[in-house]
């Protein structure tokens, strides 16, 4: 049985899909390989493969890659990693009698998601720093003009927020094919406008 036949849809909408991976594909070095292949392609902008649940996500855009082009890709990925893929699943049950304490640590999923969420934070603190000496740096104006001062703080973060969900998509297609994410790109330069308006003085 080819293994690209175990590869199942298990949810699809436009733009997301979820698959239920194989046991050979769950291996970390094979997940990554796939991950990122998947990942180099125009329209794919996130992939994340769930060992321990077995299943595969992948978001796109419709209009760079639809589902068609998104599954004959997927069947040519997964066929030129099959060999990778059963040699590395061989070797796993062989050396599967003993492994360390630490890298059973390393392979529960919560230490894996303690140390995302730790990564996340420390870059929202260090976000917020920054914010917080730069729009309270001026006492007088603080109590001037408080209201004036925390929605700033507020729209400075919500600012923030919005380039960090989005960064993946302005990094993999807004900034490569401008002109076709051009409608994106006004409304950037509109919310920018609107900032640099909202500070100046009444």
């Known amino acids: 049985m080819a293994i690209q036949k175990q590869f199942v849809l298990r949810y699809r909408e436009p733009g997301h899909v979820r698959f ?21 392609v125009d329209g794919i902008y996130r992939v994340k493969v769930y060992r321990r649940q077995a299943k595969l996500s992948i ?84 109590f001037n003009d408080p209201e004036k001062v925390f929605i700033d703080f507020f729209n400075d973060v919500l600012v ?3 380039i960090r969900l989005h960064w993946d998509h302005i990094t993999k297609e807004w900034i490569p094919r401008p002109f076709k994410y051009r409608y994106e790109w006004v409304a950037v330069f509109y919310m920018i406008f609107l900032l640099m308006r909202s500070r100046r003085p009444k």
């Open 20 to 40: 239920q991976i194989p046991v050979q594909f769950t291996d970390a070095g094979i997940a990554k390989a796939l991950a990122d292949q998947l990942s180099a």
């Open 160 to 162: 923030l927020f919005l």
């Open 59 to 142: 978001r796109y855009q419709e209009a760079a890659c639809d589902f068609t082009a998104l599954a004959r890709l997927l069947f040519d990925i997964v066929g030129g990693l099959e060999r990778k893929a059963m040699s590395e699943s061989q070797r796993a049950v062989s050396t599967q009698a003993g492994p360390g304490l630490k890298n059973k640590f390393r392979q529960l999923k919560i230490s894996r998601w303690f140390g995302q969420k730790y990564g996340d934070a420390k870059e929202t603190l260090l976000a917020a720093r920054i914010l917080t000496k730069t729009g309270f740096r001026q006492q007088g104006k603080f």
